[in-house]
């Protein structure tokens, strides 16, 4: 939508740059010495490779780093904006991240280490999830599920859920992974969208020692979801489950005798991997696109280049939900891959305790942790001394994803849970681009706390005013992608005009990401936040982030969201949320963080209004929702969409602060 990025012709061209963050932090020399990309010039010169011929580039990435059944004959066929990547090649995602490995005599390597929230375990290798994914396939193949049918899966993190994912990926079967803390109408609304034949499911899961009756959920949906003919059942919490005659199918029963060598389809390159759903600003779930062979090698590329894997040494840990593009990328796909040993985990991270994390990374003596800022923020809140009950020193590499981290948060992270002896991948990516875009290579580039650094091999940025020229040096504007890349989305599901609309028709020949950005004089990236977030301020544009990290960067503040209000003299004013760590909310301190953000920033960013809330309102992915707090600092009733929150609590707890 173009409503979605909409321009103001009469704002100034560029946005203000008022952040001014000066740290750097390189990699040890040992940690660059181990790298496989281990300095700033190996980094330029495949850098520089790969951009002057991305198809070149791309085509031998693919020839050697994928299993082809058969070769393809033709890198990229661009019909502005549908790519096709590799055709007339045949691959299949289940076999290169697990066939792969049983035929190269790596089938005893374990591929999870999986910890219930309950503390129940199990310990699976490639040989094992390989036969695993077979018989489900298999499973699913004598159920009529054929090629380019639509799966919906709402499972909680139990390693059956990545088992499921692969086995659809085996048959060509199209899944779509459906967060397990999303409602029945939103269940349904998938469904219908992508006319889901079947919904796989768990009778309940665990979450802060609760049980969550998943399959309770899903027949709600279900009596709404006309085009779903069965719903299996994985027995997970052992809850009472209602089995209705017909159409619900127990895993266990379906998988009992089933074949554990159920040959990887050969499939066409393009032929759909999944669809993920994003919450789009009108509602209308949007259902992005991946196909197998580009999303296949993207993912498993920048997976071994941005975490430097190594298979034989790293315990690797991505703590997002497998419902996530993040767990699509960085659990699924990518890392299985590469090969990786991972940790899995079900749970909360403050249950039973909020040492959890901690606890895991001590116990399976995880070598890389990949997690978000709202996880880092609420561990900041929790205090220090969880962290310091535990041995920390298998740790070598941390990772950042989903929002941009504020420089005291990344301070926090790199000291207090890297030792200081960790490089920050700061990984800038979304659900449209597959994989990671821009982010440090950890062994080459050195981090500065709130940059995502640089692109990734391929991968070509420009930064743009809004009436289309090139902006200067830490001048922001629009994010855009100049050349298609193999991870891109191929589509929004059913709906090429709404595809077109949000991602091509504003910018000519460029993908538009959606979000602001500036280069600095060291060509480091800088996130500034979402176009349409952007506060113009007596003709100024500010961004939100900048003007959250000045007051996250006083020590009374654990979170912070900046929005703008109308204001009749300045245009727009800024009315900031802040959750406090240590301290009453009171005038003193109001004052006090009005002074902090003057010095921090200038007068032109001080706050009109600061209102203090116990919790901020987030998307389920944890992401600050500002467009409603958009509306409440503005006065008025939210008539947007809400069925993403995680807790409406929140949103009437804020309403009813009128004491500003
Ligand atoms: C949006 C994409 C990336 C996978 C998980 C979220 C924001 C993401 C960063 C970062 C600053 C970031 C952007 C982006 N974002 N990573 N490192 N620094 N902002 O995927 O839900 O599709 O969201 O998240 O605004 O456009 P998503």
């Known amino acids: ?83 096709q990547w590799f055709l007339g090649g045949k691959t299949n995602v289940s076999y290169n991240c697990l066939d792969a490995h049983v035929q190269a005599g790596r089938g005893d390597r374990v591929a ?71 409602s029945a109408e939103a269940i349904a609304d998938r469904n219908n969208d992508a006319q889901a034949k079947l919904v796989i499911t768990a009778d309940g899961g665990w979450r802060r020692g609760k049980l969550l009756a998943l399959k309770q959920t899903v027949d709600e949906a279900l009596a709404k979801s006309p085009s779903v003919e069965h719903c299996i059942v994985l027995r997970r919490a ?19 005798n089933q074949p554990d060598d159920f040959p990887a389809v050969a499939l066409d390159s393009e032929d759909p991997l999944f669809i993920l759903y994003t919450s789009g600003s009108t509602g209308k779930p949007k259902g992005i696109k991946h196909t197998t062979a580009g999303y296949n090698l993207y993912a498993k590329r920048t997976f071994e280049w941005v975490f430097d894997h190594k298979p034989d040494q790293d315990i690797f840990w991505c703590t997002a939900d497998c419902g996530w593009i993040t767990g699509h990328s960085y659990i699924v796909y990518g890392p299985l891959s590469a090969g990786a040993t991972q940790v899995l985990y079900e749970g909360a991270p403050n249950w039973p305790a909020e040492d959890r994390f901690w606890e895991l990374i001590e116990k399976y003596k995880v070598t890389i942790l990949y997690t978000a800022p709202t ?23 941390l990772g950042s994803v989903g929002e941009g981290i504020n420089p005291e948060a990344w301070m926090w992270y790199y000291n207090k849970i890297g030792g200081g002896r960790c490089p920050i991948v700061d990984t800038w990516w979304q659900t449209e681009t597959g994989g990671i875009m821009m982010s440090p290579l950890p062994g080459a580039i050195a981090c500065k706390p709130g940059s995502c650094t640089k692109p990734l091999p391929g991968i070509i940025p420009r930064v743009l005013h809004a009436d289309l020229t090139d902006v200067g040096t830490n001048e922001g504007g629009m994010l855009c992608i100049e050349k298609p890349w193999p991870g891109m989305l191929r589509g929004v599901w059913g709906d090429d005009e709404r595809f077109n609309e949000t991602y091509w028709k504003r910018v000519p020949h460029m993908y538009l990401t959606g979000d602001n950005a500036r280069c600095d004089e060291d060509g480091y990236y800088w996130i500034m936040g979402r176009i349409d977030d ?45 959750t406090l760590k240590n301290h009453a909310p009171d005038e003193s301190i109001r004052d006090e963080l009005k002074k902090h953000v003057r010095k921090e920033i200038g007068a032109l960013a001080v706050p009109d209004e600061i209102r203090f809330t116990t919790m901020l309102p987030k998307t389920r992915s944890g992401k600050i929702m500002r467009r409603l707090l958009r509306d409440i600092a503005s006065g008025k009733q939210s008539v947007q969409d809400t069925s993403t929150l995680e807790d409406f609590s929140v949103l009437a707890k804020l309403r009813g602060d009128e004491e500003g």
Not at 238 to 256: F, P, V
Not at 375 to 397: P, Q, T, Y
Not at 543 to 562: C, N, Q, Y
């Open 1 to 83: 939508m173009t409503s979605e990025h909409g321009s103001d012709s009469k704002a100034p061209k560029q946005i203000a740059n008022v952040m001014n963050e000066t740290r750097v932090f390189p990699p040890s020399g040992e940690f660059s010495r181990n790298a496989s990309i281990g300095s700033m010039q190996a980094y330029e010169s495949i850098y520089n490779h790969s951009i002057a011929d991305t198809e070149k580039f791309w085509e031998s990435q693919a020839r050697e780093h994928l299993h082809w059944f058969e070769p393809f004959t033709k890198t990229l066929d661009w019909q502005e904006p549908f790519a």
């Open 112 to 182: 999870f280490h999986w910890e219930g929230e309950p503390g129940d375990t199990r310990t699976i290798t490639y040989a094992e999830l390989t036969k695993e994914v077979s018989r489900f396939a298999s499973a699913l193949s004598k159920l009529g599920i054929q090629k380019g049918d639509r799966v919906s899966i709402y499972m909680p993190m139990v390693p059956e859920l990545p088992v499921a994912m692969l086995a659809c990926a085996r048959i060509g079967a199209i899944h779509s992974v459906i967060f397990g803390g999303f």
């Open 238 to 256: 052992g809850n009472e489950t209602k089995m209705h005659a017909g159409r619900d199918l127990w895993w266990h029963e379906l998988t009992a």
């Open 375 to 397: 996880a880092i923020r609420a561990f900041i809140k929790w205090g220090d001394h969880h962290v310091e009950k535990h041995d920390l020193s298998s740790l070598r590499l």
């Open 534 to 578: 952007v506060i113009n301020v007596s003709g100024h544009r500010l961004s939100t982030i900048e003007i959250e990290s000045a007051l996250v960067s006083h020590p009374s503040v654990a979170e912070a969201a900046a929005v703008g209000r109308p204001d009749e003299i300045k245009g727009q004013g800024i009315a900031v949320f802040v």
